[in-house]
């Protein structure tokens, strides 16, 4: 189903419609009741703010995962260094780790270094 939408253009319409519904309820049919209409539009006023807030509020949070995903993946490529060192002198246990950490890149470009 697809919804009439309200725009910058046609809100002064709509508010002028709703008004002159408010004023001249006589012509209408009675099942059309002008306060309603008013009700709908001062929800949909009201809900501009909340509406922009919850974007600004998603805006913020989606760059909170940006940076959280990008400090977690540097800690892990360091990490990989680490055992990759470790490997390369002999730490027993770390070759095991090392190869399986290594898995991701075979085939690929050698993982970025993080930034300090």
Known sequence: MSLPKISVSNKV?????????LNNPEILPGFIKPQDLKTDLDLF??????????QQMGEK??????????EAYASA???YKIFAAAAGT????SKTV???????FTGAAAP?????
């Open 13 to 21: 319409f709509t508010e002028d419609a709703i008004q002159a519904a």
């Open 61 to 70: 949070l989606a760059d909170t995962q940006l940076l959280a995903g990008s």
């Open 98 to 104: 090392y190869e399986q950490l290594r898995q991701r």
């Open 45 to 54: 006023h009201a809900l501009d703010e909340l509406v922009l807030l919850v």
């Open 77 to 79: 490529l360091t990490i």
């Open 112 to 116: 970025a270094t993080p930034a300090a």
């Open 90 to 93: 002999g730490v027993a246990g």
